[in-house]
């Protein structure tokens, strides 16, 4: 099995020991943080996207968000393509057919049988898949608004006035990969630190009045364990 599937698949099951020994127990089951899903993976590109896929476990959208349960999960992404970069598409490891973005490839490589798809939180503790549809944004268009999650380049925060005046009607979940992107109003970055053994770890950092302004619901256990957190 390639990618992350199996360790995924592993984790899942301790996660399931682990939930069934604290009811047997009397204790309370460890909280759902996305760090218990942290992967090494070799590139920051891969772990950017195994973040940026996971994201949506974590937040609510409004009822009225999606049309019907065959609507789409849409993750724009826009200015500079940080995906594209990665060192295995680069030397063609991992390649991008026609109609495929970076993203969209790299998805497929860490879940070939998942890859398309998505889960998003609806209700407290429920999860359902969607069909997963990825959209490439070279500048600013009002289209953006219609993204569900909208993951915006280091090159373009300086536009975030802008960006956020054209999905200020929407429930779009922002996200960045520079640590400044919270102070501008984004909802959540995902920042890279090298460990001591030289592996990188992504540090999350949440804007929650970003996300409340875009009436998105934020998992406590989620934000709780932030690196960094901005409240109001």
Known sequence: MSGVDQPLQTQR??????ILCAVLLGTSPPARGIEQY????????KNLAFYVRLLPEFAQWPKDTFADEKAPFIIGILGEDPFAEDADILDKAIRVQPDQTPFEAILKHLYP??????????????????KLAV???????????DCHLLFISA???????????LIENSSVLTVGDVPEFIDHEGAINCVAKKS???????LIGINLRAA????LKLDQDFYSGAARRIES
């Open 212 to 215: 409340r302004r875009n009436n």
């Open 13 to 18: 099951w301790v996660r399931l020991a682990s």
């Open 113 to 130: 049988a998942t890859g398309d798809r998505i889960s998003i939180k609806v209700g407290e503790k429920k999860l359902i898949q969607r």
């Open 196 to 202: 001591t053994d030289g592996k990188e770890k992504i």
């Open 38 to 45: 942290a992967q090494p993976l070799n590139t920051h590109a």
């Open 135 to 145: 959209k490439r944004f070279t500048r600013l268009q009002p289209e953006i608004a």
């Open 155 to 165: 090159a373009m925060e300086k536009r975030m006035p802008q960006i956020l005046k």
